[in-house]
């Protein structure tokens, strides 16, 4: 029996041709796995089937599609979430949260179907090589991992007559605007004229985040232990409520990046995303993080963020620091109970509100009403001995300094 690859499908050009292309030139059987992360397969006027289909005309032996919606929403979005994860402060690692979730289907099928490789349609200049290599040599160091894109040096135009030859079924020109990924956390676009930095993204890159809705609103969003669970009083899964706050936020024309990315690679990449629901979840939830966290808690926290979203962009989701961390932020999340309420209007998503039962925020301790119960004779000693340090180092350091310049001697 020939060797068999697992390749990761999503039934672009790419993957495509990839199933001839390893058929051609490693001999081997292929099985194709698409896996349904949120990124609507309907959105190009084909559902699974179609796509199931595709990879079994390209030569595939098998054609799998796995919904992994709710896995993602749970396993992935949700750790993100409590990470308040934003790549260099601004990107919230859409594409790098749904790498690892293929990654986890793809050692899993080939596990089942006794394969000896895994395979990606990724090139040699992206992130995306990196999650599926690194996430499957975590999971399984002994299989192989095969990219034809990085080898096979076909231009978009050999690749569709590459296609045509063996008779592959593709809806795609030889024209191609924009190269899209999408989940359910959001949506990355980049290529066409968004590769010069100068250029303004044209309207119709933005699907996510069309503005139709005019007139002003509020959401509230409840938590429970630091995971969304309600939207306005209604409980949803992390599935549907992400689904739902994409919607509602989208609607609005808020949730919208445009920036320069610093890749992996070490290639500056100029980069495209709406991700209305994540950017408006992060919002609230870092929001409730500050009623309800202790000082030193907080601080720490977001001092660990960073590196976290560091290590899931870099691909490793499967690592050792990476579980530690997901460890210390499940247990910084106890007491991140209650609700947060974002206002929305056209371009604009804020908070403007929230509350917990078990919130830090003390009335009585913050107010300057008569209703104040702060001891204020306790401030005079504790600022002098807050301060006694630098006062004992100026006194004994920095004065006797102060004074004219020692005369110097003659000659």
């Given amino acids: 029996m020939a060797q068999r690859v697992v390749l990761a499908y999503s039934g672009g050009l790419d993957t495509s041709i990839a199933v001839r292309w390893l058929m051609e030139n490693h001999g081997v059987e292929v099985i194709a ?33 796995i919904d992994a919606r709710a896995e993602m929403a749970e396993d992935f979005c949700m750790p993100a979430l409590l990470a308040n994860a934003k790549y260099e402060g601004k990107y919230p690692l859409v594409s790098a949260l749904s790498r690892p979730v293929i990654v986890r289907h793809l050692v899993a099928e080939a596990r089942r179907h006794g394969a000896s490789a895994v395979a990606h349609g990724c090139t040699g200049k992206g992130n995306d090589q990196v999650r599926f290599e ?14 034809p894109a990085r080898v096979w040096g076909l231009t978009r135009e050999d690749s569709i007559e590459y296609a045509a030859k063996w008779d592959i079924p593709l809806s ?51 938590f429970e232990s630091g995971i969304p669970v309600s939207v306005d009083g209604r409980q949803l899964s992390p599935e549907l409520l992400i689904a739902e706050v994409n ?19 070490g290639i500056k990449s100029r980069e495209t995303y709406e991700c209305p629901g994540a950017l408006a979840l992060l919002l609230a ?16 926290k977001a001092r660990l963020e960073p590196r976290w979203s560091e290590l899931v962009y870099d691909g490793l989701w499967f690592s ?18 209650g609700e947060v309420r974002l206002h929305l209007e056209p371009g604009q998503c804020f ?39 630098v006062a004992t180092w100026s006194a004994k350091q920095v004065a006797p300094t102060r004074g004219d310049a020692p005369q110097g001697g003659g000659d």
């Fill in 33 to 65: 796995v698409a896996v349904d992360v949120g990124q609507a397969a309907d959105s190009k006027n084909e559902d699974w089937d179609a796509i199931r289909k595709r990879a079994l005309a390209a030569g595939a032996i098998e054609a799998t599609v």
């Fill in 134 to 147: 690194v996430g499957t040599r975590a999971l399984a160091p002994d299989l192989e991992v095969i990219a």
């Fill in 172 to 222: 795609v020109t030889k024209e191609k605007l924009y190269s899209i990924d999408e989940n359910l956390w959001g949506r990355a676009i980049e290529c066409g004229v968004i590769e010069d930095p100068w250029n303004q993204p044209p309207a119709d890159v933005y699907t996510m985040t069309r503005p139709t809705a005019v007139e002003p609103t509020e959401v509230v969003i409840g």
């Fill in 247 to 265: 919607r509602v936020v989208g609607s609005y024309g808020w949730g919208r990046l445009d920036m320069v990315e610093s890749r992996r690679v």
């Fill in 285 to 300: 939830h870092a929001d409730l993080e500050d009623l309800t966290l202790e000082r030193d808690l907080l601080h720490e």
């Fill in 320 to 337: 050792p620091l990476k579980q530690a961390l997901d460890a210390f932020f499940v247990e910084s999340q106890r007491h991140v109970t």
């Fill in 351 to 389: 908070v403007v509100g929230r509350r917990s039962p078990i919130g830090l925020y003390d009335h009585g301790l913050a107010t300057y009403d008569a209703t104040d119960t702060f001891r204020h004779q306790d401030a005079e000693g504790f600022v002098r001995l807050w301060g006694l340090g």
